[in-house]
């Protein structure tokens, strides 16, 4: 079969999964960040992501190659030169000039509060001041210089009105931002490259575009874990506002896939900060997830997928998921669970959106071979039924055991082939 074939072939598969019907075998798309690094000695790592992105992306050609999975997962670093001239200070990462970070350690985020609470206002009503004068300037001290971008009013015939920026510290700030947008077309064309690779080889890839709900942007981003566990108690008003300008943003970002030539159109939506316990039903309700039903109603309507990623213990939230999803049409998000009874979810869900995830990476790393393949039958007998169904890990994958990720790849596909030649049996 050419690469053409199995690049359909594959689209074919995941795309029956995610509307709900019986693909010809369960599809298998494991998210993986630092498996191809540890399987293989090429000398690429998590460094190499952020610093040489040739290689990084000659151990997922080899990934690829061996483990065939139906839809291409690739590096989600960024590039460390850019970061290193920003001065980024939300992020620590291997191959960064002084880190203790390993290099076959993937990055890590360190969380600090780069908008205060009284801030609020100054964020809603000019959001592009506020992102420029303040929070790129707290954030990346590299271009702090942008904290004087000023223009006198009174001064608005010809070119006085710059005069205020003709400094020091805005020219280094913009001799910075120069240098990242040079760097940027580097690591821009190793993306396009890889991708290019694999969609040759005939890889599809499961997602192409990326969002965030907006609850989690406040956290993650201006507030902190923290400082938006105050904010709900004290200004609880604050965050819907700011809320609803993060839809507005999100919806017009959003709007290129109106007239993308794009054959897979899915939007990945990593959920960080709504899992059991941060917060009351009432506040999840109307704070975290109605927000952001406002953007998967947007991009569906567009015939867009939203590929919903919940993160951490979710056993409060899935009655309320469930209900909500039940407003959207049938088969229009993919919905990822890192823990639960996935017996009960495939039930819950069925007939209203594809499910996902379910092998625990841990047993990848410490489990032995026969635990492996007696987890990937039980969420095969438990989730193949009916379709909507796609193989996934249920965090991002990292050290694994070859033995045991092998036995993952070839129980998931003999297995799962059977059970789908049963299935059409039955059916017939």
């Given amino acids: 079969?050419?690469?053409?074939?199995?690049?359909?072939?594959?689209?074919?598969?995941?795309?029956?999964?995610?509307?709900?019907?019986?693909?010809?075998?369960?599809?298998?798309?494991?998210?993986?960040?630092?498996?191809?690094?540890?399987?293989?000695?090429?000398?690429?790592?998590?460094?190499?992501?952020?610093?040489?992105?040739?290689?990084?992306?000659?151990?997922?050609?080899?990934?690829?190659?061996?483990?065939?999975?139906?839809?291409?997962?690739?590096?989600?670093?960024?590039?460390?030169?850019?970061?290193?001239?920003?001065?980024?200070?939300?992020?620590?990462?291997?191959?960064?000039?002084?880190?203790?970070?390993?290099?076959?350690?993937?990055?890590?985020?360190?969380?600090?509060?780069?908008?205060?609470?009284?801030?609020?206002?100054?964020?809603?009503?000019?959001?592009?001041?506020?992102?420029?004068?303040?929070?790129?300037?707290?954030?990346?001290?590299?271009?702090?210089?942008?904290?004087?971008?000023?223009?006198?009013?009174?001064?608005?015939?010809?070119?006085?009105?710059?005069?205020?920026?003709?400094?020091?510290?805005?020219?280094?700030?913009?001799?910075?931002?120069?240098?990242?947008?040079?760097?940027?077309?580097?690591?821009?064309?190793?993306?396009?490259?890889?991708?290019?690779?694999?969609?040759?080889?005939?890889?599809?890839?499961?997602?192409?575009?990326?969002?965030?709900?907006?609850?989690?942007?406040?956290?993650?981003?201006?507030?902190?874990?923290?400082?938006?566990?105050?904010d709900l108690l004290e200004v609880p008003e604050k965050i819907a506002k700011a809320n609803d300008l993060f839809t507005d943003i999100q919806i017009k970002n959003f709007k290129y896939f109106e007239k993308s030539p794009m054959r897979v159109k899915r939007v990945f939506f990593p959920l960080h900060k709504g899992m059991d316990g941060f917060m009351s039903p009432k506040q999840y309700d109307e704070l975290y997830w109605q927000p952001y039903q406002e953007i998967l109603k947007f991009l569906i309507g567009m015939g867009v997928t939203p590929f919903i990623y919940t993160e951490g213990a979710y056993d409060s939230r899935v009655d309320y998921i469930r209900e909500r999803l039940l407003e959207l049409p049938a088969g229009s998000c993919v919905i990822h669970f890192e823990k639960g009874d996935f017996a009960q979810l495939k039930e819950k869900f069925s007939g209203i959106a594809c499910l996902m995830g379910g092998m625990p990476i841990y047993l990848l790393e410490y489990g032995t071979k026969e635990q492996v393949v007696d987890r990937v039958k039980y969420l095969i007998d438990n989730c193949a039924d009916g379709g909507g169904y796609i193989f996934n890990v249920n965090a991002t994958a990292e050290k694994v055991k070859r033995e045991n990720y092998e036995a993952m790849f070839e129980t998931a596909r003999t297995y799962g082939k059977n059970k789908a030649a049963t299935l059409f049996l039955q059916n017939k």
């Fill in 1 to 230: 079969m050419s690469n053409t074939e199995l690049y359909e072939k594959r689209l074919k598969r995941v795309q029956d999964a995610v509307d709900l019907k019986e693909p010809d075998t369960v599809p298998v798309v494991p998210m993986v960040a630092g498996v191809p690094f540890h399987l293989y000695d090429t000398g690429a790592s998590h460094s190499t992501d952020f610093y040489d992105y040739d290689k990084s992306a000659e151990a997922f050609i080899k990934y690829h190659e061996e483990f065939e999975p139906d839809a291409r997962m690739i590096p989600a670093a960024q590039s460390g030169r850019i970061n290193e001239i920003a001065g980024s200070t939300m992020l620590d990462w291997p191959g960064r000039p002084g880190t203790t970070v390993p290099d076959l350690s993937p990055h890590q985020v360190l969380e600090y509060e780069y908008m205060l609470q009284d801030e609020y206002d100054e964020l809603i009503n000019d959001y592009s001041a506020f992102i420029f004068k303040k929070f790129i300037p707290r954030a990346y001290p590299g271009l702090k210089g942008f904290e004087k971008f000023e223009v006198d009013p009174a001064s608005m015939l010809g070119a006085n009105s710059f005069m205020p920026m003709f400094n020091d510290d805005v020219r280094e700030a913009m001799q910075n931002f120069i240098e990242m947008i040079d760097e940027s077309k580097k690591y821009v064309q190793s993306v396009v490259k890889l991708s290019n690779k694999l969609d040759e080889m005939g890889f599809p890839p499961f997602f192409t575009g990326k969002g965030q709900v907006q609850y989690d942007i406040i956290s993650d981003y201006l507030r902190g874990t923290l400082g938006t566990f105050d």
